[in-house]
């Protein structure tokens, strides 16, 4: 009876090269049937690449399939599973890849089928991260995938059940390991620019702005900047502004940061200073100039003297400039105890 076993899982994991497309086309798939291939490639029943899609296309036939991998740089070979019509377009082949047994799954690699299928991209070769497209009477390449994995955010695991894919404008699924608690949104995205962003973290983070470079929009002789960032939360200890409209202070936290939270200090040492702070907006970014900034959250006040305020960055905006800035209507002073921002570093 075991060697039945074994002969019947040696049919269901094989490796043919047909001379008829109906064994993988669908009965409603005329031009998959019916396509006039000079060479019919190799195809492996019963087992599928995990890890490795630079695409995954829904909803394509199989001869579809073939051509897309065509297309795509990098791509040499793909997995369909055809009860999902999904398609897996695969680089390049490495150790950490998995070919594992899946019913109804197929695998197929593009070196053993005709060039034919795709006309002029044939020979058009496009560079990492793009793939050849017909315009009018030319060929161009356009970005069609990430390049690379995203960043690794500490103690996140892949969530996706037939694992990684960089399509363009998409987005991958994770998860926190043993129980610890996400913020953000629980994705990966893959920008049209062909860049990851991570929009979630796990965890707390921990405060990343102390003893960092600080500057503010004017200066006050006795209340530095760094008076904000020092840890010490203590009468007269404070970074203070001139009277401004939109008086601002910053933190350069040296290097890109995904930025959880901020916890801002009012000061401590007089009742009737507090209450000057009555709108307070943070920004995350790369320069001081906000339009070009992400808002973290704001604070709307009247605020009191020693009040701690927490503004959570349900974004979680990436940068290395936090930049807090007191909005009033008439010329204010602006001023905190203490300024703790916490993140994860990028």
Same mark, same amino acid.
């Given at each position: 009876?075991?060697?039945?076993?074994?002969?019947?899982?040696?049919?269901?994991?094989?490796?043919?090269?047909?001379? @008829?497309?109906? +064994?993988?086309?669908?009965?409603?798939?005329?031009?998959?049937?019916?396509?006039?291939?000079?060479?019919?490639? %190799?195809?492996?029943?019963?087992?599928?690449? &995990?890890?490795?899609?630079? &695409?995954?296309?829904? &909803?394509?036939?199989?001869?579809?399939?073939?051509? %897309?991998?065509?297309?795509?740089?990098?791509?040499?070979?793909?997995?369909?599973? &055809? +009860?999902?019509?999904?398609?897996?377009?695969?680089?390049?082949?490495?150790?950490?890849?998995?070919?594992?047994?899946? =019913?109804?799954?197929?695998?197929?690699?593009?070196?053993?089928?005709?060039?034919?299928?795709?006309?002029?991209?044939?020979? =058009?070769?496009?560079?990492?991260?793009?793939?050849?497209?017909?315009?009018? +009477?030319?060929?161009?390449?356009?970005?069609?995938?990430?390049?690379?994995?995203p960043r690794v955010v500490e103690n996140a695991v892949l969530d996706e059940p037939f694992g990684l894919s960089r399509d363009?404008?998409?987005?991958?699924?994770y998860k926190c390991a043993d129980g610890i608690k996400m913020s953000g949104k629980p994705f990966a995205v893959c920008r049209?620019?062909?860049?990851?962003?991570?929009?979630?973290?796990?965890?707390?983070?921990?405060?990343?702005?102390?003893?960092?470079?600080?500057?503010?929009?004017?200066?006050?002789?006795?209340?530095?900047?760094?008076?904000?960032?020092?840890?010490?939360? %203590?009468?007269t200890n404070m970074f203070h502004t001139q009277a401004e409209l939109k008086p601002y202070w910053w933190v350069n936290l040296? =290097?890109?940061?995904?930025?959880?939270? *901020?916890?801002?200090?009012?000061?401590?040492?007089?009742?009737?200073?507090?209450?000057?702070?009555?709108?307070?907006?943070?920004?995350?970014?790369?320069?001081?100039?906000?339009?070009?900034?992400?808002?973290?959250?704001?604070?709307?006040?009247?605020? $009191?003297?020693?009040? *701690?305020? $927490?503004?959570?960055? @349900?974004?979680?905006?990436?940068?290395?400039?936090?930049?807090?800035?007191? *909005?009033?209507?008439?010329?204010?002073?602006?001023?905190?105890?203490?300024? %703790? *921002?916490?993140?994860?570093?990028?």
């Open positions: 009876m075991k060697g039945v076993t074994s002969f019947c899982i040696l049919l269901y994991v094989t490796s043919i090269r047909s001379s @008829s497309m109906n +064994d993988v086309c669908d009965a409603d798939d005329f031009e998959c049937q019916n396509s006039q291939i000079p060479n019919r490639g %190799e195809i492996i029943y019963g087992q599928c690449y &995990r890890q490795t899609a630079l &695409r995954r296309l829904p &909803r394509i036939s199989f001869l579809t399939c073939l051509k %897309e991998c065509m297309k795509t740089s990098n791509c040499s070979s793909v997995s369909y599973r &055809r +009860d999902w019509k999904m398609c897996d377009l695969h680089g390049n082949i490495t150790s950490e890849v998995k070919l594992v047994q899946e =019913h109804g799954c197929f695998s197929s690699n593009i070196s053993s089928w005709s060039l034919a299928l795709v006309g002029k991209c044939a020979v =058009h070769i496009c560079s990492e991260g793009y793939k050849c497209v017909l315009k009018g +009477d030319g060929l161009t390449c356009e970005k069609a995938y990430c390049i690379g994995k363009l404008g998409h987005g991958m699924m049209n620019t062909g860049i990851w962003t991570s929009l979630f973290i796990c965890g707390d983070g921990s405060i990343v702005s102390k003893l960092k470079t600080t500057g503010q929009s004017t200066n006050s002789p006795q209340y530095t900047p760094g008076l904000g960032v020092d840890g010490l939360k %203590e009468d040296g =290097h890109l940061y995904k930025i959880q939270k *901020v916890i801002s200090t009012n000061r401590i040492d007089c009742d009737a200073c507090g209450g000057r702070l009555r709108k307070m907006l943070i920004h995350v970014g790369d320069s001081l100039d906000t339009s070009n900034m992400e808002l973290c959250g704001q604070f709307n006040g009247q605020a $009191v003297k020693g009040q *701690v305020i $927490v503004t959570q960055c @349900s974004s979680l905006p990436e940068g290395q400039i936090v930049k807090l800035t007191s *909005v009033n209507n008439e010329l204010q002073y602006f001023h905190l105890a203490e300024v %703790e *921002v916490y993140g994860f570093y990028v």
